[in-house]
Structures are given as structure tokens and as C-alpha cells.
């Protein structure tokens, strides 16, 4: 069974611009969640989706948002680039998102802005 | 004071030794816990999850949880050099949608 599969693994980008990225979730999974990784700040809770709908948002600006599709599959957008939004982009996903389901981490995609 | 506190480490062993990580937690409301392994340039892998106070092990690994002082562990019995990576703990509440809350992560090294 394939994993959870985020693509592109490696993005830089310049402050000001927009970036999405991309999440196939394990075949079966309908619950989406992403997570950004930092040195300073660890793993965060960004936002987590479930048929095609956001169930739960993390504390990051507006200028993070995503989306999920009839397959499952998803994105994350982040507009208008800051340096400090440099980090590893990880998505999680689980059958159903619900209490107690062990969530599966792809091996994330790494974005630089320069 | 932070949701969930984990000691950052480094920690080098040697070989064979028996390894200790430990979290602790301030908010009652978790209820089941994780320990993920991240090897260097990939994402967290699942190694134990458990919901309520109490041991569970699995081959070399054994977590233990003791909701009364909101502390969990993970030991590795005789650890190897494959080992060697970060940790991370995570913790989920009762109630709906997922978010988990990770510890920053224990970096482990095995030394042969």
C-alpha cells in the first residue's frame, strides 16, 4: 500500500510570491491534516480536511489556506511569501480524522524563501 | 507554560544501551499518545500509540503513560545504531477532528 506522497520535496521561493503544494493521502484515508516543521517551533497544526470540508484550523494567518478534493487529495497555499515562512511542509493523513486514529506523515515537502 | 514539553536532547548512547525519552504534558484533556521516529530528511514514522495510562510494548520499544502526573515515556531496549534519529511525542484529545500536539523532538544518536 503506498504511502502518503506531498510533492514537489524541495521549493524555493522569493518573499512575495505564492506557493502550493500538494498531498496524496493512503489510499482509503479521507482526512487530511498539515503540519509545518521548524527548528525553533517544532511540528504545528495547520489546518485538517475531510470531505472536501475544513474541520480544524491552527493559529497561522490567513495568508495559509488549502483545500481538499473528491479524491481526497490535497493542497496547501501559502500567499505573499515571508522569509520566516521557511519550513518543512509535512501532511498527515488518517481514515477518518476522527479521536484516536493514528495519523501517517508523507516525507514532506521542504520550501526556502529567499 | 507549554502544552507539551519534551527534553530536546542531544543524547548519544552506545550500543545496546537502554534509552529513555520522556514528555511531559499540562492539558488534561489528552487523551491518547503517540511517538513518531523522524529520520533526517523525512517525515515522522508512527512507532507507538496508546490510549490510556499504562504500558504497551512492541518488539524493543515500550511506552508508558501515567495520566495521573501527565508524563509519558518510551524506552528502547537494546538499542542500535539504526535507532538514531529524533523523536517526537504527540498527544490528541476526545472530540472530533484531529489535532495532534507534538513535542519539539529528542534527537537521539547510537554510537557502535
Request: charge should be positive; glycine fraction near 10%; aromatic fraction near 12%.
Amino acid at each position: 500500500k503506498a504511502g502518503v506522497t506531498q510533492t514537489p520535496r524541495y521549493l524555493i521561493k522569493t518573499r512575495g510570491q505564492q506557493v502550493t503544494l500538494s498531498c496524496s493521502p493512503i489510499s482509503g484515508h479521507r482526512s487530511v491534516s498539515w503540519y509545518q516543521q521548524t527548528p525553533g517551533q517544532g511540528l504545528q497544526f495547520l489546518f485538517e480536511y475531510f470531505s472536501e470540508t475544513q474541520r480544524n484550523k491552527g493559529n497561522f494567518p490567513g495568508r495559509f489556506s488549502g483545500r481538499q478534493f473528491s479524491n481526497s487529495r490535497s493542497e496547501m497555499n501559502v500567499s505573499t511569501l515571508e522569509l520566516g515562512d521557511s519550513a518543512l511542509y509535512l501532511c498527515a493523513s488518517s481514515v477518518s480524522g476522527l479521536t484516536g486514529q493514528p495519523q501517517h506523515f508523507g516525507d514532506g515537502t521542504r520550501l526556502s524563501i529567499l | 507554560q507549554k502544552e507539551v514539553e519534551q527534553d530536546p536532547g542531544p543524547l548519544s548512547v552506545p550500543e545496546g544501551a537502554i534509552v529513555s525519552l520522556n514528555c511531559t504534558y499540562s492539558n488534561s484533556a489528552f487523551q491518547y499518545f503517540m511517538w513518531y521516529r523522524q529520520y533526517s530528511r523525512k517525515g515522522p514514522e508512527l512507532l507507538m500509540y496508546t490510549y490510556s495510562s499504562g504500558n504497551k510494548e512492541d518488539g524493543r520499544f515500550t511506552a508508558q503513560v501515567d495520566k495521573s502526573s501527565k508524563y509519558i515515556s518510551l524506552f528502547i531496549r537494546d538499542s542500535q545504531p539504526s535507532d538514531s534519529a529524533t523523536y517526537l511525542c504527540a498527544m490528541g484529545s476526545q472530540g472530533g477532528s484531529e489535532k495532534l500536539v507534538f513535542g519539539k523532538g529528542t534527537k537521539l544518536t547510537v554510537n557502535p
